[in-house]
């Protein structure tokens, strides 16, 4: 609650910026003027960067036992109060064997915050650099030893967002689910379909959350990275979107900053190095590492249940983050509780329980490809903007499918297509349209004529056709005959 509170400040005030929120309220003690801040890198480099803040400041770090003193100033900021509201309904019919399943849920959730006045504190970064001038970092330090041989970077707090009067956050959900015949989840990711229950349930899910925020409490922070050479000489980079990282014994530390092909693109990115023209039949067809036909393998049932969730959360975006982070944990074999993540929907609980808890008592070898399927497709949609996820979940199952296969034909071409390879369910007009507004939304126009077909991608797409592409074709493999009837 407080994280969903917090990224919508961000995505409010700064959505173009370098404000990043906090997503633990324990984490604010840690959030000082000159904290270090560890910048961890992610599997795939379009994947939201995470930030963790450490013990340390930039002084911990430094060799010599004088210790540095942030000069800081204050200023007041701003007066934030705020209210969001999501509402869901959906139905889903699916057939597997001799047994079928409806699941309708309908639901609605009120997130109200006022963070009251606000001040800001900025660190002097010129003195902060006149006073380390002759400093070294100690690269002894075991923060440093841990991460000198991986791709994590160093960074300190510039800025941070602090609350002046205690002030509250409040959430108020209410959710409605039926089931007729409902599945047995627990083998649903090995080869049997169970069904457990044969008759009607109804589930109402009522909750009303208070969290009282006390004053001090610091909601966004901003960053400036560390480049660190091996013999403990370091830079701050004061250039927006520089990248920092710790010098490796391999020549190759960074990506050039001087390479023509890539550069940096926001859109939550944080500074990632992205490329930047990405034309659609220059995109992968598919690697082991973009592997997502293990989805198609899936049982029904459970293609049926993922589908769900994923259409759930495409309304909710911090869900979808939080849905990133548990399968990030368990394909790196962490031991996880989906029950403290707060973010997530009790229904998108109970489903996310269900399916992890099958795939730690299945031992099935093609449990590993199946569980990082499910996460690249998860990261992959967590990475798209809002307008297209908000277009993704109004997509039925047959668009979902024909827009993959116009998507895979584009790809396979560098020229233009003729109209006959439109595939039928989009000869529809309000199809069409619908096509063309998710590709506008990652800044790729979808042309046509009387014989031809076409794309032409903008300059500022990025990552986002490759994206996008990922996540139709991983929706697509979910949603095979299945039936989705808007309620």
């Avoid at 960074?155 to 047995?184: H, N, P, W, Y």
């Avoid at 023509?260 to 490329?275: H, I, L, R």
């Avoid at 031991?335 to 707060?342: A, K, N, R």
């Avoid at 827009?403 to 390879?421: A, E, G, V, Y």
Wanted: hydrophobic share 40%; charged share 25%.
């Amino acid at each position: 609650m407080f994280s969903k509170a917090t990224a919508n400040f961000v995505r409010q005030i700064d959505p173009e910026g370098s404000l990043i929120h906090v997503s633990r309220v324990n984490d604010s003690k840690k959030l000082v003027p000159m904290a270090v801040i560890v910048k961890r890198n992610r599997m795939w480099f379009w994947q939201r960067t995470k930030y963790q803040p450490t013990d340390f400041t930039l002084s911990d770090l430094l060799q010599g036992d004088t210790v540095l003193s942030p000069d800081v100033s204050e200023t007041e900021f701003l007066t934030y109060k705020g209210t969001f509201q999501d509402k869901l309904s959906a139905k889903l019919d699916t057939e597997a064997g001799a047994s079928n399943a409806t699941l309708e849920a309908r639901g609605a959730s009120k997130l109200q915050l006022s963070f009251g006045k606000l001040k800001k504190e900025d660190l002097d970064v010129k003195k902060l650099l006149q006073d380390s001038s002759s400093r070294l970092v100690d690269m002894q330090n075991p923060l440093v030893q841990q991460l000198e041989k991986l791709a994590d970077v160093l960074a300190v707090v510039k800025e941070r967002i602090l609350t002046t009067d205690s002030c509250s956050i409040t959430q108020m959900r209410k959710e409605q689910c039926t089931f007729q015949g409902m599945l047995g989840l627990l083998g649903m990711l090995g080869n049997s379909v169970k069904v457990c229950v044969n008759d009607s349930n109804n589930i109402e899910v009522d909750s009303d959350v208070s969290l009282e925020i006390p004053s001090g409490t610091v909601i966004a922070y901003s960053i400036l990275e560390l480049e660190i050479k091996k013999n403990g000489r370091y830079d701050i980079c004061l250039q927006p979107g520089t990248i920092g990282g710790i010098e490796a014994d391999s020549p190759v530390s960074w990506p050039s900053h001087d390479d023509p092909t890539w550069d940096t693109v926001d859109g939550g990115c944080n500074g990632k190095m992205v490329p930047v023209k990405v034309a659609l039949s220059a995109l992968p067809n598919g690697s082991q590492e973009m592997d997502l036909s293990p989805l198609a393998e899936l049982p029904q049932t459970t293609r049926c249940a993922l589908f769900k969730i994923l259409q759930e959360a495409l309304r909710d975006p911090t869900a979808l983050s939080y849905m990133e982070c548990l399968l990030e944990e368990l394909c790196s074999g962490e031991t996880l509780d989906v029950d403290e993540h707060e973010e997530l929907s009790d229904s998108q609980r109970k489903s996310l329980s269900a399916l992890l808890d099958s795939q730690a008592e299945n031992s099935q070898c093609d449990l590993p490809a199946r569980l990082n399927a499910t996460y690249l497709l998860v990261s992959a949609l967590e990475a798209l903007p809002e307008q297209t996820l908000s277009l993704l979940s109004e997509s039925r199952p047959d668009f979902l499918e024909a827009f993959d296969t116009l998507m895979c034909r584009l790809k396979r071409s560098s020229k233009p297509l003729s109209i006959q390879c439109l595939p039928v369910p989009l000869q529809d007009n309000q199809a069409f349209q619908h096509a063309e507004q998710l590709l506008s939304s990652t800044n790729v126009a979808l042309k046509r004529d009387s014989h031809m077909l076409w794309t032409e991608t903008g300059n500022e797409a990025g990552a986002l056709p490759l994206v996008l592409c990922l996540s139709i074709h991983g929706l697509s493999l979910l949603c095979k005959g299945l039936v989705l009837v808007s309620a």
